[in-house]
């Protein structure tokens, strides 16, 4: 199938510390990719986590970007500056009837699955590794949602999967979840997505205007990605991302993900590991272009 036109990339970096290999390879595909389509690289400001993020953060991502030989359309979305475009997202979710509020805290959750454990029962977990959300508050009555809300108790929204997975089937005509992913030599393939391994997958968090899972869906559909390039620790999220698209109704992107970089124990690179950073690899005299024979990538 042919690549729409004109091809559209982003890399979403969040300013809550600062880049290192592993995100200089998500960016460099990604811009590569887009050079070679002739299409257009974004950089997204991933910051709705504002009590995280930082502005030295930031000015260090931009610095990293520009230093790697990175070149992208300005100005950077900030999801800090739209919070209303999620709110306007999950009222229609809500709309739609597969939102629901839910006040229990972590600790009640872990302890409802530990009950139904020792009863006998199997814990399962998301693809993330948590466990599955065990519907303590799915269809709780309207006066008993007021009364909470009104004694200021704190909501997250979930996402009731069984009722979501039921719309989003009417929708398709009975036709499989899927999405496309493509790999490097532009070769595609069709996956089934399985998004109910996710459960009642949290949307609207109770200490962020909104979670990853809808800002990321909303956000490439407003900026028209067409190609969504990144790590294959999100591989799974997309499942989630293509049914959330279904009943946005917005446009399906091209996915690819690339491998991960490991550390010498075995675990991705990351920011809470102490992966080195590329601001101190710079100091270090290493070049742009060392880093990319590093990363196997190709020559600018």
């Not at 992913?181 to 070769?187: G, K, L, M, T």
Request: proline share 6%; with cysteine; aromatic share 6%.
């Amino acid at each position: 199938m042919p690549h729409p036109k004109p091809a559209v990339f982003r890399f979403a970096p969040s300013p809550n510390g600062e880049l290192h290999l592993g995100h200089a390879l998500s960016a460099m595909i990604g811009h590569d990719w887009a050079k070679r389509l002739g299409g257009r690289f974004l950089v997204r400001i991933e910051d709705i986590d504002v009590d995280r993020s930082r502005d030295e953060h930031l000015r260090s991502i931009l610095d990293d970007l520009a230093w790697l030989g990175l070149s992208w359309e300005k100005p950077e979305l900030h999801q800090s500056q739209h919070f209303g475009v999620y709110r306007d997202a999950a009222a229609k979710l809500t709309d739609l009837g597969v939102l629901y509020p839910c006040f229990a805290t972590r600790g009640q959750i872990a302890a409802s699955v530990g009950a139904a454990v020792a009863a006998g029962g199997r814990e399962e977990r998301d693809p993330d590794g948590a466990p599955i959300y065990p519907g303590l508050h799915r269809g709780l009555d309207k006066a008993e949602i007021t009364a909470r809300q009104a004694g200021g108790e704190r909501a997250a929204l979930r996402l009731d999967m069984v009722k979501a997975l039921g719309i989003a089937k009417a929708r398709l005509a009975g036709r499989p979840l899927t999405f496309r992913e493509i790999a490097s030599d532009d070769s595609e393939r069709i996956v089934c997505a399985d998004p109910a391994r996710w459960g009642d997958a949290v949307l609207m968090r109770k200490d962020t205007p909104a979670s990853y899972h809808l800002s990321v869906v909303v956000d490439d559909a407003r900026q028209g990605i067409t190609h969504v390039t990144r790590g294959a620790d999100l591989y799974a999220a997309t499942d989630l991302h293509r049914l959330l698209q279904v009943l946005l109704d917005v446009p399906e992107p091209l996915y690819h993900h690339h491998r991960l970089l490991r550390g010498a124990d075995g675990r991705k690179l990351a920011k809470s590991t102490g992966a080195p950073r590329l601001k101190d690899l710079r100091a270090q005299g290493v070049t742009a272009d060392d880093i990319r024979r590093q990363l196997g990538l190709r020559p600018r």
